[in-house]
């Protein structure tokens, strides 16, 4: 049974940083995209961030970019966004996903696999 389990989410204060960790378990991703997005209170889930399987093609969100940075560890079947300058707007749900496809990357890729969540809060 694949799960994508998340961590590292919290209440900072505006201007602070966050880490968030995703690790994948029940199959490898190291050669699948993966990304995260975000769901805000009453609004729709957008995407944050996504990065091929090697992490040389990468893409973020205009809202997070030169702010937050996505990486991965394949070694670990973890993907990570280390968030830098949260600002309240940036409070959400974070979610977590992978692709079943291998050596695949776009902007309209849909992913099969989602985590739970984990809740950032940037208080003002």
Do not use: H
Not at 36 to 49: I, Y
Not at 51 to 78: L, M
């Amino acid at each position: 049974q694949v799960q994508l389990v998340e961590s590292g989410g919290g209440l900072v204060q505006a201007g602070g940083s966050l880490r968030l960790s995703c690790t994948a378990s029940g199959r490898s991703f190291s050669s699948a995209p993966m990304a995260w997005f975000r769901r805000a209170p009453g609004k729709e889930r957008e995407f944050v961030a996504a990065i091929n399987w090697s992490g040389g093609r990468i893409d973020y969100a205009d809202s997070v970019k030169g702010r937050f940075t996505i990486s991965r560890d394949n070694a670990k079947n973890t993907v990570y966004l280390q968030m830098n300058s949260l600002k309240p707007d940036d409070t959400a749900v974070y979610y977590c996903a992978a692709s079943r496809l291998a050596y695949v990357y776009g902007p309209r890729l849909q992913y099969d696999y989602w985590g739970q969540g984990t809740q950032v809060t940037a208080s003002s």
